[in-house]
């Protein structure tokens, strides 16, 4: 008898052993990886699948295709407290903290209480903490998740907060401008030094003279400026990482391309090496890795900018989905905070195919272009976003001219160069004529403009200059990656997140 049990007890010890890490797996994830395009609603995302299906040499299976086969797949609503459209700021506070509030807000309830958001969770949890942006740490999307201030422009207290509450172990981004006192230059501080030149260098803009970097050294940060600095960096006795990759904020991914050798890390890099050191935790991790720029190119109009910034986007989910592959106790979500510009490629008028004799011998004809892989070869002759084009043509209608050439396959006419540079003698800045109440960034409108002006060699056609309200979309794989199918709200990403380690949000702080 006692044998008999001990062989029992035995065989469902074997059982179990090999049963159990296969329901721990099933069941909950240690790891959790979230990943967010700004900006990149289905448009987007439906331009980077078609460049990959039209563009000859492109790859078998995009990272993004690979996530949908092997997760789930929903749709997201983005709408904010009481309104339809909803800003960067109370998107990040509602993937982040699970409440919906008003647009600006940060952290904070509608009432402006200040919420407990998923990095407060992990935190409780004993999982370390990392958020990864090519916009900068400061900014709304990052902000959303260890900040709590009544307006996303107050971006000092956000990089006080940042450091005074330590709550993220690895951050990896730009902005370094809000962190230094105020009177000196980002390239001048001791430990940033490295900053390159093309990552933006620059005054501070603090009103005070506290040295955040120096601070956030004290508090056991290592701090890292360039490229070589974060490469050289080693995870094994690394903890905790402060990057700061520039002044305000990244360029975009098109004026930054590898061949260019800029000195500022790709998000991929960047989140290798997050993962790297986060993935010392034996309790595990949370990470948030924002394409913050898919929504800066697409602010501006600008369809080739808008595609390079979703291959970055593709790249670093590559990084993660192989390191899921390693670690399956790893759940990774991808989603964005809603859509901008109303991106379309659309049939039109111009340029229609010459008429194909077919097999049967009858002859076929299009009556119009309804756009071939051309589209993309070019947008990847453009080698500058077209914000930077008006910026370096100091905005004199021969210079852009030369810019708009010299710099891609469109060609542009004087008067037309004039007309994307105009201002308006109100405003005081262009504005595209028939959709003036759609183009609220003065500042960007030039680009726009030129967006739309050169659309139809590309196809391509744009609503707005602002946020839209389009569903976005959401896919999942790993443990309770099951949770995101159907139509979700985007408050469902922090509790759906918060449920997965035992805990409730929202919550107040
Ligand atoms: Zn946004």
Redesign the pocket.
């Known amino acids: 008898m006692k044998n008999t049990l001990r062989s029992l007890c035995l065989f469902l010890g074997l059982v179990l052993l090999s049963v159990g890490p296969v329901l721990g797996e099933a069941s909950t994830p240690k790891n959790i990886i979230l990943v967010i395009g700004?900006?990149m609603g289905p448009e987007a995302v439906g331009l980077l699948l078609y460049y990959n299906r039209f563009f000859p040499g492109a790859k078998e299976e995009l990272n993004v295709e690979r996530l949908m086969r092997l997760g789930n797949t929903g749709y997201c609503l983005t709408y904010q407290y009481g309104t339809i459209v909803?800003?960067?700021a109370s998107?990040?506070t509602a993937m982040a903290c699970g409440v919906k509030t008003r647009d600006g807000m940060i952290g904070k309830d509608q009432d402006g209480r200040p919420m407990k958001s998923i990095v407060d969770v992990a935190r409780k949890r004993g999982k370390a903490t990392g958020l990864i942006s090519n916009t900068r740490i400061t900014h709304?999307?990052p902000a959303g998740f260890y900040a709590a201030v009544l307006h996303r422009d107050m971006e000092s207290s956000i990089a006080s907060q940042f450091v005074e509450e330590s709550k993220v172990d690895v951050a990896l981004s730009s902005g370094a401008q809000f962190f230094i006192p105020k009177g000196t230059n980002v390239e001048a501080h001791e430990l940033l030094r490295s900053t390159p030149k093309a990552a933006g260098w620059g005054p501070s803009k603090r009103e005070d003279d506290r040295d955040l970097v120096m601070e956030a050294r004290a508090k056991g940060y290592s701090i890292v400026a360039s490229e070589r600095e974060l490469k050289e960096l080693d995870p094994g006795s690394t903890r905790r990482i402060l990057g700061l990759f520039g002044g305000v904020a990244f360029p975009l991914a098109i004026d930054r391309q590898p061949q260019m050798a800029t000195g500022i890390p790709r998000l991929g890099d960047m989140t290798r090496k997050a993962i790297e050191v986060l993935s010392k935790n034996p309790d595990g991790f949370f990470l948030m890795v924002e394409a913050?720029q898919i929504?800066w190119a697409e602010h501006a109009n600008d369809v080739a900018a808008t595609l390079h910034e979703m291959m970055e986007m593709d790249e670093a989910l590559g990084v993660i989905m192989e390191f899921a592959q390693r670690d399956p106790s790893t759940l990774v979500i991808l989603t964005?905070?809603?859509s901008?510009g109303g991106l379309a490629i659309a049939y039109n008028a111009h340029n229609p195919p010459k008429p194909v004799v077919l097999a049967t011998g009858e002859t076929w004809k299009s009556k119009f272009n309804f756009n071939d892989g051309s589209i993309f070869e070019i947008m990847l002759k453009q080698r500058k976003s077209f914000t930077r084009m008006v910026l370096d043509s100091r905005r004199d209608p021969g210079t852009l001219k030369k810019e708009v050439e010299e710099n891609s396959a469109f060609s542009i006419t004087l008067e037309e160069a004039s007309r994307v540079l105009a201002r308006d003698p109100e405003k005081g800045f262009p504005i595209p004529c028939d959709q003036q109440d759609f183009y609220v960034y003065g500042s960007m409108n030039s680009s726009a403009l030129l967006g739309r002006l050169l659309g139809k060699k590309t196809g391509t056609a744009w609503a707005v200059g602002t946020?839209t309200h389009t569903p976005v979309m959401i896919v999942a794989a790993g443990p309770m990656s099951e949770k995101f199918r159907g139509l979700l709200d985007n408050t469902q990403v922090a509790s759906i997140m918060a449920e997965a380690w035992g805990e409730k949000l929202p919550e107040p702080r």
């Open positions: 700004d900006g909803t800003d960067s998107a990040a709304a999307t913050g929504d964005a905070d809603h901008t946020h």
